[in-house]
């Protein structure tokens, strides 16, 4: 049986955000329970294939609070991602969306068929 690799490299997003009030006025408890039950069922009923991590950045920074990195197997999982996250109170709600940074990692890498590139400290 042959299988077909998929070759296409996964979706990068970084979501750059701010807090509202409504999201500060909540407990460090609420703003947990508010993500494990409006945020995270919203995404597992509409997609999969999709990772995160967040990143606080109000300490270096007045216009953008937090960084939310979300990596996708494909752009139809990201696409799927941004639907869900749309229809949550997170979205324009709890935080506003400063910017919307969309990649692939290594992207010249493939299209110049460059090995890639990447830095290691020692």
């Known amino acids: 049986m042959t299988t077909t690799e998929n070759t296409d490299p996964p979706v990068t997003a970084f979501l750059l955000v701010k807090t509202t009030p409504e999201w500060l006025a909540l407990t460090p408890r609420e703003r947990l329970e508010a993500f494990t039950t409006q945020v995270v069922p919203a995404i597992e009923a509409k997609t999969s294939g999709v990772r995160s991590r967040f990143y606080d950045t109000e300490f270096y920074s007045a216009r953008v609070t937090d960084v939310w990195v979300w990596e996708a197997d494909d752009h139809r999982a990201y696409q799927l991602l941004i639907d869900a996250l749309r229809e949550t109170p997170f979205w324009d709600r709890y935080f506003e969306i400063v910017d919307l940074l969309v990649g ?15 830095t290691i400290a020692t």
Do not use: K
């Not at 990692?105 to 590139?117: I, Q």
């Open 104 to 118: 692939t990692e290594n992207g010249y890498a493939r299209t110049y068929g460059f090995e890639d590139v990447a």
